[in-house]
């Protein structure tokens, strides 16, 4: 059975920095990618962050230069460093994995963390 075991959410004040880790286990299909999304009280889930098998990243603009993602292969997790942070940054952060197994992807969720920046 697959999980997803997030850690590292908070409170923090505006300009401050909350380092957030996903590990994943319970599947030995390929993971294809593994991110972060986030929802704000009364948004929808938006994707922040993503980091594919070769290593490539994307950002959402709202976070570009202030959140970095990385990965360990070798421990199959997930990190999001983030820096200066915003009161609009508040959310639940939820991490995600997509497995791949022939020419199918598999996406899992973590639980979900919260983060809140106050100002």
């Known amino acids: 059975q697959v999980q997803l075991v997030e850690s590292g959410g908070g409170l923090v004040q505006a300009g401050g920095s909350l380092r957030l880790s996903c590990a994943a286990s319970g599947n030995d299909f390929s993971i294809n990618a593994m991110g972060w999304y986030r929802q704000a009280p009364g948004k929808q889930r938006e994707v922040v962050a993503s980091?594919?098998?070769?290593?490539?990243?994307s950002y959402a603009d709202s976070v570009k230069g202030r959140f970095t993602i990385s990965r360990d292969n070798a421990k199959n997790t997930v990190y999001l460093e983030m820096n200066s942070l915003k009161p609009e940054d508040t959310a639940v952060y939820y991490c995600y994995v997509d497995y791949r197994r022939n020419y199918n992807i598999y996406k899992y969720w973590g639980q979900g963390t919260q983060v809140t920046v106050s100002s």
């Open positions: 980091i594919i098998t070769g290593g490539s990243t």
